[in-house]
């Protein structure tokens, strides 16, 4: 459903920069566990939201926090890699624990194939290295004082890797290295989303109100990924040992029940501690336990 608020023109509005490649269904996905509705983004590169403040323009990544710095844009998502890559100098609002597989950090590494002889990049010596990151592996092999040619690569990058010494390629999984039988030897950077504004844009009073809000909204239903409801029904004898069960660092709500022998102990839990903690529960004498989907979670 088109929230109607979206139908009503504002007279301010938030110029904001979505990656478009890897990143791009992995964005919009979060924006609507975020509770926005965003649609046409199959056909336009100008997609709609159901918030008549926010234009949405999509960009790649790689270019992101170029046009952020310049103030083409107001706001915009981008990878940490990028940002170094470009040297811009942009405002970091916050770091987004999401990528396209996984909510672990992706990785620049500097690989080579598994049948190669080199273990260490100082071997890579007067070489040709393939990457899309020209700029930062030039900086890490002068750090190194390692001297190479480094080169850009238009992509399949991972194919160049014998027909050159070496790549510097961004993983997340390590699958694609693996498949194409090569080796790490050595990472150069890890990445992580990054939601970016221009500095300008930053000391506007409306903008700045506007780009907080959309990262409280984005970062709480981030943290709701790995996290349920888990409520249950205690006896009130076997309170204490229940409580003892739970998460030390959480505070469970606790409500009463029309049977004033027992109460109603509600928490919210990572997902990987649920399934270890519900049959510990349940031996501690919990009943009518449940478990139930979050949308967001708000620290």
Not at 1 to 12: D, Q, R
Not at 63 to 82: H, I, K, N, Q
Not at 83 to 102: G, R
Not at 218 to 238: E, F, H, P, S
Request: hydrophobic residues 40%.
């Amino acid at each position: 459903m088109i929230c109607t608020k979206g139908n009503v023109l504002s007279e301010n509005v938030l110029k904001l920069g979505i990656p478009k490649g890897s990143l791009q269904s992995a964005t919009f996905d979060l924006f609507e566990k975020a509770g926005f509705n965003v649609f046409g983004y199959e056909r336009s590169y100008f997609p709609r939201i159901d918030d008549p403040q926010i234009q949405l323009i999509m960009l790649r990544a790689q270019e992101m926090s170029r046009y952020v710095e310049d103030g083409v844009l107001d706001a915009g998502f981008t990878g940490y890699d990028w940002i170094q890559e470009n040297n811009s100098d942009v405002h970091e609002v916050c770091e987004l624990q999401y990528s396209k597989a996984t909510s672990n950090p992706a990785r620049w590494v500097l690989a080579v194939p598994n049948e190669s002889g080199i273990k260490k990049p100082e071997e890579l010596e007067g070489g040709i290295i393939a990457t899309e990151l020209v700029n930062a592996t030039r900086r890490y092999f002068e750090e190194k004082g390692i001297k190479v040619k480094v080169e850009f690569s238009w992509g399949a990058t991972e194919v160049k890797a014998r027909l050159v010494n070496g790549i510097v390629e961004l993983t997340e999984t390590g699958s694609s290295l693996r498949a194409n039988n090569l080796k790490i030897i050595d990472t150069l950077m890890t990445s992580t989303t990054r939601f970016i504004a221009n500095k300008t844009s930053w000391k506007d009073s409306f903008k700045k109100q506007k780009i907080e809000s959309i990262a409280i909204l984005l970062n709480a239903a981030i943290d709701a990924k790995t996290r349920v409801g888990l409520k249950m029904n205690v006896k009130k004898g076997a309170l204490e040992t229940i409580l003892k069960l739970l998460p030390s660092e959480k505070s469970p709500t606790i409500s009463s029940l029309a049977d004033s022998d027992y109460v109603a102990v509600e928490i919210i839990v990572e997902e990987c501690v649920e399934r270890e903690l519900i049959p510990q529960l349940k031996r501690a004498g919990a009943s009518g336990i449940f478990t139930y989907a979050l949308n967001k979670v708000i620290h």
